[in-house]
């Protein structure tokens, strides 16, 4: 087993010198450095980062709960949150729970218990226990799709989801489609509770209230995109659009519309949420929401590294703006169609 002993003999410099370049923990001249490093490479020695941790009371490690790491959007998430924790020197350590009650509170005790700096937490729903477990745990937390808590450690980021809706309602509205169902998520996902604000306000706003059939809820992902527009259709005509709350749910919804014949974007214009990858390829290519994902997996991470380095306050409440992303799964405005004059009549 190498020690650091076994270093310091190889470079020439004392045991504290190399312990210094290992830790960090002061300057040290940068030909020295470079002298250790080439020689921890040479011998193959490896930190014990537990001892490390149980020394420094820091394991430079972030715990990340998600619900599903399959999800193309949790891992453009986790990819930006592990690329910022990377280059800062931060390992992550990643539990998947399904959206289990149980699994989550097995793993913030598994994640305290491995001793992590601080913990970005992103699940679509979350029991009273594992709120409760973690307001009351110590570490720095960030939460991601979720409402703002107060808590002095805990920071919120998400998107601006109410513009995200309003800019997917305005785009099919611009084109003379008035006949819009809502493909929702739970009523408990605070995020899906935003977009069905953002979207009900902009109708509204053009003399439209969506009778209560063309709202559905879902449980956003593809399967009940598909079973959603399959309840759509069973009910009479279909809607002339639809605005799905996510990209999985508007692509489960396209290959029922499919299914059953449906033209898109002629008989039916989809509007999705997220602009995941897959999203551009499909035939048509989707139009959607582009939420700046990757970036607010960096911004969560940096929130985090900024309070653990600095000692920087976390900011209760940080959102960055979604963008439309335009594409061919809505169809171009009607010739003569002015968006000023689109007015329905409340049902």
Known sequence: MIRLKDVARQSGVSVTTVSHVVNGTRRVAPATRVRVQRAIAELGYRPDSIARALKSNRSRTIGMIVTAANNPFFAEIIRGVEDHCSAHGYGLMLCNTGDADARQLTYLQALRDKRVDGLIVMTAHSGPDFLAALARQPLPTVLMDADPTGGEEIAVVNDDSRLGARLAIEHLLARGLTDIALLTGP???????????????????????????????????????????????????????????????????????????????????????????????????????????????????????????????????????????????????????????????VP
């Open 187 to 345: 009523a408990s996902h605070p995020r899906s509770r935003e977009r069905l604000a953002g979207a009900l306000e902009t109708l509204a706003e053009a003399g439209i209230r969506p009778p209560k059939a063309r709202i559905v809820a879902t449980n956003l992902m593809a399967d009940g995109g598909h079973q959603a527009m399959l309840r759509l259709l069973a009910a009479g005509s279909p809607p002339e659009a639809l605005f799905a709350f996510n990209d999985l749910v508007a692509i489960g919804a396209m290959r029922a519309a499919h299914e059953h014949g449906l033209a898109l974007p002629d008989d039916l214009s989809v509007v999705g949420y997220d602009d995941i990858e897959l999203g551009r390829y499909l035939t048509p290519a989707l139009t959607t929401v582009h939420q700046p994902v990757y970036e607010l997996g960096a911004m969560a991470s940096a929130q985090l590294i900024e309070r653990m380095e600095h000692g920087s306050p976390l900011q209760p409440v940080l959102r960055l703006d979604p963008s439309l992303v335009i594409r061919e799964s809505v169809r171009e405005p009607v010739q003569g169609s002015n968006r000023e004059s689109i007015r329905s009549p």
